[in-house]
């Protein structure tokens, strides 16, 4: 167990619906970054929050957005879903996330949507 | 953007051999480089990292070496056991613009008894 928890675990949902995920990190950790998993794409990164503001994007479309609270839990809210946004979403969260070393990013046990 | 190539896709060995993963990346910048092993439908999690400060590194069966002349880092396995069997990820992150992970397409490694 990393620490950080993902919900829900899975999510079935029909084309044009919109769905939030939610991860919080790891107790002290204030980095937060969201991953997408697919079979065709492996591993791509999404954005990143740290300590509430946003502090990298990767290739995430425009119909997807995320924040992060006060709590520092995050969430990742996809719209008018796709059949190829089927995939298996990851948060990771680190201590940091910035300045001149790279920490740790410690995953969570994701949430697998599919867009039928 | 940072890009990162693995290879091989796939590796087959027997319980004992050896295991090697290559990666090769485009950034100069980056400075860490975190390997990953994913079991079936599970997280991510981490074996071993290296920073850019230093070329070599060992943790028991596992070691990872980083040669930033040539921008590629290698893990390898030594004395394979079935339970190593899982998709292996390297990656890099070049703290220029947030410290995302920037991954390899995996390495699917299958140590038959």
């Known amino acids: 167990d990393s620490g950080v928890t993902q919900t829900p675990k899975h999510l079935i949902t029909a084309t044009g619906q919109r769905v939030t995920l939610r991860c919080s990190p790891r107790s002290g950790d204030l980095s937060v970054y969201w991953y997408q998993q697919s079979l065709d794409q492996g591993l791509q990164f999404l954005i990143q929050?740290?300590?509430?503001?946003?502090?990298a994007k990767g290739n995430i479309l425009e119909r997807f957005s995320a924040q992060q609270f006060p709590d520092l839990h995050s969430e990742l809210n996809l719209s008018s879903l796709e059949l190829g946004d089927s995939a298996l979403y990851f948060c990771?969260?680190?201590?940091?996330?910035?300045?001149?070393?790279?920490?740790?990013?410690?995953f969570g046990p994701g949430t697998r949507l599919t867009v039928l | 953007g940072e890009n990162v190539e693995q290879h091989p896709s796939t590796l087959s060995v027997q319980e004992g051999d050896s295991a090697v993963i290559k990666c090769t990346y485009s950034d100069s910048a980056s400075n860490y480089f975190p390997w990953y092993k994913q079991e079936l439908g599970k997280r991510p999690q981490l074996i071993i990292d290296i920073r850019s400060n230093v070329g070599e590194k060992k943790d028991q069966r596992i070691a990872v070496t980083l040669n930033k002349t040539a921008k590629h880092f290698s893990l390898h396995i030594t004395e394979t056991q079935p339970e190593d069997s899982a998709v292996y990820f390297c990656?890099?992150?070049?703290?220029?613009?947030?410290?995302?992970?920037?991954f390899g397409k995996g390495t699917t490694l299958s140590v038959s008894s």
């Open positions: 929050y740290y300590n509430g503001e946003e502090r």
């Open positions: 990656a890099a992150s070049s703290n220029q613009a947030g410290t995302a992970l920037i």
């Open positions: 990771a969260s680190s201590v940091v996330g910035r300045g001149d070393s790279t920490d740790t990013q410690y």
